[in-house]
């Protein structure tokens, strides 16, 4: 089985371009180097993420984000045991959606998903559209 979370965050109005670009670049590092797939998505001043991966590697994650000085109001809409990952052939995955490149490929993957559906692709797939379609 393979812990997924869900998480939607407003970012700190202090953070700057470099801010965002070395957060970035250390979010994919870290969570790829812990076999973490999933998205990180940033609009409007707001972050959504999902990871998906062992249970006490999300674990950890997650409580360290919440303790994280860059955003606030952090809060958790998913979590759950899945048997299989949604993200894992998605950009060798863990991506960074935080340009318009990234985010079609992003529209195309859901798309792929929409076209395969199953169970809990479902609720992911609803989260990232309403967030995309309000960023």
């Known amino acids: ?7 939607f965050s407003t970012a700190d109005s ?13 979010v994919v590092t870290k969570n790829t180097s812990q076999e973490i797939t999933g998205v ?21 994650i997650f409580n360290r984000i919440k303790e ?19 993200f894992g052939k998605y950009d060798y995955g863990f991506k960074v959606v935080k340009d318009l490149t990234s ?9 792929l998903l929409n076209n395969n559906p199953s169970k ?3 609720k992911f797939i609803s989260l990232i ?4 379609k309000n960023t």
Not at 1 to 7: E, N, P, W
Not at 40 to 60: A, R, T
Not at 129 to 132: P, S, V
């Open 1 to 7: 089985m393979i812990h997924s979370l869900c998480y």
């Open 14 to 26: 202090s953070l700057g371009t470099n801010d965002f670009e070395e957060l970035f670049e250390y």
């Open 40 to 60: 990180l998505v940033y609009g409007q001043g707001n972050f959504m993420q999902i990871m998906e991966g062992p249970k006490k590697k999300i674990i950890s």
């Open 68 to 86: 994280d000085n860059r955003h606030h109001n952090v809060i958790k809409v998913i979590e759950k045991d899945y048997p299989d990952r949604i």
């Open 103 to 111: 985010l079609k490929e992003l529209k195309n993957y859901i798309t």
């Open 120 to 122: 809990h692709t479902s």
């Open 129 to 132: 559209e309403h967030f995309l």
